[in-house]
């Protein structure tokens, strides 16, 4: 069964940075998109930021020029390197692989950014 495992979130302070990675298997994971949502306190789930097969990027305009997505396909996982991070961004993230018939979704990790 497809499996995705979310690490790396935890509490900053406002301008500081966190890297999640989540590890994927039970997929080919090198032919599927890869994505990282996020959903804050009475707020709808949103996508952050999403990387093809081929390598290319979206982000978010809230996240753009702060967050990095990326793959390593020979470890099955994806990270988002987050930079110069707000309070606004305080959520639970979510790891995201959009197979075609469905979407699976990791357990989330929290990230907190407060001082």
């Known amino acids: 069964q497809v499996q995705l495992v979310e690490s790396g979130g935890g509490l900053v302070q406002p301008g500081g940075s966190l890297r999640l990675s989540c590890v994927a298997s039970?997929?080919?994971?090198?032919?599927?998109?890869m994505g990282w949502y996020r959903q804050a306190p009475g707020k709808q789930r949103e996508l952050v930021a999403r990387?093809?097969?081929?390598?290319?990027?979206n982000y978010a305009d809230s996240v753009k020029d702060r967050f990095t997505i990326s793959r390593d396909n020979a470890k099955n996982t994806v990270s988002l390197q987050m930079n110069s991070l707000k309070p606004e961004d305080t959520a639970v993230y979510y790891c995201?692989?959009?197979?075609?018939?469905?979407?699976?979704w990791g357990q989330g990790t929290q990230v907190t950014v407060s001082s």
């Open positions: 990387v093809l097969s081929a390598g290319s990027t």
């Open positions: 995201v692989v959009d197979v075609g018939s469905r979407m699976y």
């Open positions: 039970g997929i080919i994971f090198r032919i599927y998109a």
